[in-house]
């Protein structure tokens, strides 16, 4: 029973998060409305000529392009209604959003807004029935509460006063989700590609394990620097790690005017590839600690892939993490959270999209109970998740704070994020 619940865990998130996770272009306000319509939160519903009207079914959510919901049941003045629901906050943005002329939207039964300022018409200039939402006072001052800035508190998390509050089960089942989210986008990345032109597994490995030792103020330099400099031309010369080091660093434009010995190889390799180097400049070195700077993580990369010609079979033939730790661990050149980082956001990313490739279920689950045991990353943002009491056990834990962060704390996507959600469904409650 337990290897069936770990062997469905993957594709059951992936499925289910979707409705969390959409990439939209609505407003603050307008998720909100969704949400207080999914479930039928609102204080009332009005029509501008105060027609009687009954929700019935607020429909299917819709995450892509047309109308918010779809299949929605609604009783105006007595006769059943059932179609496409819009929302707005403003009627008015029905024509800035151009819907009057999009086909996708002439089936539209009901225009819901939280303020009517204009008429909306079918093509055939029939009015469409618009409704004015209330949202009751108490929940949209739980909503404000937890994305609005607050100038007494200290947490980068609006929501952090109430956290406390929050089932277990609910942080539990979300995390999990998220770290689904997480690794399902760092999959995609490897999946773009191995499927470009001339692409391969082996040079798409190489690309994401370059850019995870960017750390991040250089991780877009570390994949623009792989992505101009093919690991196909880098493994004609693994025998001559001079060489490589010549490769990385000159494409990196970051060999010192000093070393004539080097700027000699890469202008003869330079020429052999046809090769244009990238500016220094395209480098950030302020505050890096210096085993952190570009030109240490470059040499030990070349080491790295001299010392493995063959490094993509061997992580793909590794059995655990500590084997993998050994792949990746060279004296003096990477130091713990390095590698650490390298299995995070290259090995079990590509593990996943290879296994996907084949189709292999089981792999895919012993590349994600691998983040189970590594140890927590460190940095600001578990710093912010440790001072509202949320800690993190493992890897696991630590990715999926780090995504619920950056996708949904720091843009303020709280109605789409489960905590969110429930904060402002439910009553605060007294702790004391």
Same mark, same amino acid.
């Given at each position: 029973?337990?290897?069936?619940?770990?062997?469905?865990?993957?594709? +059951?998130?992936?499925?289910?998060? +979707? *409705?969390?996770?959409?990439?939209?272009?609505?407003?603050?306000?307008?998720?909100?409305?969704?949400?207080?319509? !999914?479930? +039928?939160?609102? !204080?009332?519903?009005?029509?501008?000529?105060?027609? /009687?009207?009954?929700?019935?079914?607020?429909?299917?959510?819709?995450?892509?392009?047309? =109308?918010?919901?779809?299949?929605?049941?609604?009783? *105006?003045?007595?006769?059943?209604?059932?179609?496409?629901?819009?929302?707005?906050?403003?009627?008015?943005?029905?024509y800035r959003h151009h819907h009057q002329g999009d086909p996708a939207y002439e089936n539209v039964i009901l225009h819901v807004v939280m303020q009517a300022d204009a008429i909306i018409r079918h093509p055939n200039g029939e009015p469409i029935k618009t409704v004015v939402m209330k949202v009751p006072a108490e929940v949209l001052g739980r909503y404000q509460a937890i994305t609005q800035n607050n100038p007494y508190s200290f947490s980068a998390i609006h929501c952090a006063a109430r956290l406390p509050q929050v089932p277990s089960i609910i942080l539990h089942d979300w995390q999990t989700s998220l770290l689904t989210q997480r690794m399902l986008n760092k999959v995609a990345r490897v999946k773009d590609l191995t499927e470009g032109q001339n692409a391969s597994w082996q040079e798409a490995f190489y690309v994401i394990l370059t850019r995870s030792?960017?750390?991040?103020?250089?991780?877009?330099?570390?994949?623009?620097?792989?992505?101009?400099? =093919?690991?196909?031309?880098? !493994? /004609?010369?693994?025998?001559? =790690?001079?060489?490589?080091?010549?490769?990385?660093?000159? !494409?990196?434009?970051? *060999?010192?005017n000093t070393d004539s010995r080097l700027l000699q190889e890469y202008n003869f390799l330079r020429a052999k590839f046809q090769l244009s180097p990238m500016p220094s400049s395209a480098w950030k070195l302020a505050r890096l600690r210096p085993y952190a700077s570009p030109e240490n993580r470059l040499n030990a990369l070349a080491a790295l892939l001299c010392s493995h010609p063959n490094l993509l079979s061997e992580v793909m033939e590794a059995n655990d993490i500590t084997s993998l730790q050994k792949i990746f661990t060279l004296p003096r050149q990477l130091g713990e959270m390095t590698v650490r980082s390298i299995l995070i956001n290259a090995v079990i990313p590509i593990s996943i999209a290879y296994a996907q490739w084949q189709g292999d279920d089981l792999r895919i689950e012993k590349a994600i109970e691998m983040l189970e045991t590594l140890p927590?990353?460190?940095?600001?943002?578990?710093?912010?998740?440790?001072?509202?009491? *949320?800690?993190? +056990?493992?890897?696991f834990d630590s990715q999926a704070l780090l995504h619920l962060y950056k996708e949904y704390c720091e843009t303020k996507k709280c109605m789409q994020c489960r905590i969110g959600c429930w904060l402002v469904k439910h009553k605060e409650t007294n702790n004391e």
């Amino acid at each position: 029973m337990e290897t069936h619940k770990k062997r469905s865990f993957f594709y +059951r998130y992936s499925t289910t998060f +979707r *409705i969390f996770a959409k990439n939209s272009t609505t407003s603050i306000m307008e998720d909100l409305m969704y949400y207080v319509w !999914q479930q +039928r939160l609102f !204080q009332s519903i009005e029509t501008l000529d105060n027609t /009687k009207i009954e929700v019935i079914h607020p429909g299917l959510r819709n995450l892509d392009a047309g =109308p918010d919901f779809f299949n929605a049941k609604v009783k *105006i003045d007595g006769m059943l209604w059932a179609g496409n629901v819009e929302m707005h906050c403003k009627s008015s943005d029905w024509y800035r959003h151009h819907h009057q002329g999009d086909p996708a939207y002439e089936n539209v039964i009901l225009h819901v807004v939280m303020q009517a300022d204009a008429i909306i018409r079918h093509p055939n200039g029939e009015p469409i029935k618009t409704v004015v939402m209330k949202v009751p006072a108490e929940v949209l001052g739980r909503y404000q509460a937890i994305t609005q800035n607050n100038p007494y508190s200290f947490s980068a998390i609006h929501c952090a006063a109430r956290l406390p509050q929050v089932p277990s089960i609910i942080l539990h089942d979300w995390q999990t989700s998220l770290l689904t989210q997480r690794m399902l986008n760092k999959v995609a990345r490897v999946k773009d590609l191995t499927e470009g032109q001339n692409a391969s597994w082996q040079e798409a490995f190489y690309v994401i394990l370059t850019r995870s030792l960017g750390t991040g103020v250089n991780s877009d330099s570390c994949e623009r620097l792989a992505r101009s400099l =093919p690991y196909s031309f880098i !493994q /004609k010369h693994l025998d001559n =790690p001079i060489q490589v080091r010549a490769l990385l660093l000159g !494409q990196a434009g970051l *060999i010192p005017n000093t070393d004539s010995r080097l700027l000699q190889e890469y202008n003869f390799l330079r020429a052999k590839f046809q090769l244009s180097p990238m500016p220094s400049s395209a480098w950030k070195l302020a505050r890096l600690r210096p085993y952190a700077s570009p030109e240490n993580r470059l040499n030990a990369l070349a080491a790295l892939l001299c010392s493995h010609p063959n490094l993509l079979s061997e992580v793909m033939e590794a059995n655990d993490i500590t084997s993998l730790q050994k792949i990746f661990t060279l004296p003096r050149q990477l130091g713990e959270m390095t590698v650490r980082s390298i299995l995070i956001n290259a090995v079990i990313p590509i593990s996943i999209a290879y296994a996907q490739w084949q189709g292999d279920d089981l792999r895919i689950e012993k590349a994600i109970e691998m983040l189970e045991t590594l140890p927590s990353e460190s940095n600001r943002y578990m710093d912010y998740w440790n001072k509202v009491g *949320i800690p993190q +056990r493992n890897a696991f834990d630590s990715q999926a704070l780090l995504h619920l962060y950056k996708e949904y704390c720091e843009t303020k996507k709280c109605m789409q994020c489960r905590i969110g959600c429930w904060l402002v469904k439910h009553k605060e409650t007294n702790n004391e």
